[in-house]
């Protein structure tokens, strides 16, 4: 080549393409007459880098989460050959074959035993869900157990509360009990007494008046006995005139044991001493009666 020629070398990426064969002469008038043809550009693929990314294949049974590998030692299943001859003699029966498969080749349509079967489309069901041991401790559905101490402390409660109201009811009511017995009793006593006290203030009265007959009925039985009718006139009668007209008053009445009521029946003369005399009463049938007397029922007069 002529070492005139100002034609530049081809960049990288650039290739050069000659013109047709000439002869040598002519080639150079040519050359030198003729223009270079202008140089194709070709696009240079970009280098691969040495860690270029590449997909990992699918895997339609990926390892659930806790997947441990076999531990050293682990035995392949009876059939299996190293080196790449594969899995032999481990297809179910009657499956056909891929026409020209080799042999470690699956046939058309197998499953791997153990495996899930893929659904429409090729799309395999999710993995099961992972056993959390901590789902067996917690408790589902049901009353808490807090809640159930809960109610037992109130249950108590309400017993005890009812316990002492009941405890605090019976006590009021004997309380009760005991202070209307002691209002009865009273009573009873007021009654016992009024009633004796009218009595013994209606046999005064009889005497004052001069009715001798009514005065008689009103003593008991062995004391009327002792005090006639004419002997209540005529010891009455002289008691009047020795000291005159005579007043008189009852003190309080005292019951005692044998339901017997005594009662202080005080006379007063308008002239001379007063006298003080004892009078018992006891309920005969419905009526008080005048059962004893002391010192006497009618006492003698006594002069100064």
Known sequence: MDQNNNTPPPSEGMVF???????????????????TQPIEQVPQQPAQPQNQYTAPLYNPNPPQ????????????????????GGYQGGYPQGTPQQPGAGPGVPPA???????????????????PPMYNPTQATTR??????WLWVLLGVLVLGCVGIFVVFSLLINSAARNVSTGFSSFATAISTVTNGFEPSIAASAFSSA???????????????????QYSVSDLQ?????????????????????????????????LNPANGRNYDVELTLQKVGQDWLIT????????????P
């Open 140 to 145: 589902r559905g049901g009353v808490p157990l």
């Open 207 to 225: 005497l004052k008046s001069h009715n001798y007959d009514a005065a008689h009925s009103m003593l008991g039985p062995d004391l009327a006995k």
């Open 17 to 35: 393409r000659p013109s047709a064969p000439q002869d040598p002469a002519q080639g150079e008038q040519a050359h030198a007459a003729q223009p």
């Open 234 to 266: 005529t010891k009455w009668k002289a008691l009047e005139d020795a000291q005159g007209a005579i007043t008189s008053d009852m003190s309080a009445v005292s019951m005692d044991s044998s339901n017997a009521a005594h009662i202080t029946w005080s």
């Open 292 to 303: 004893g007397a002391n010192p006497a029922l009618i006492p003698a007069p006594v002069t």
């Open 109 to 127: 349509g197998y499953q791997p035993q153990g495996y899930p079967q893929a659904g429409p489309g090729g799309v395999y069901p999710p993995p």
């Open 65 to 84: 989460q806790g997947y441990q590998p076999p531990a050293q030692g682990y035995q392949p299943p009876q059939g299996y050959q190293a080196g790449g």
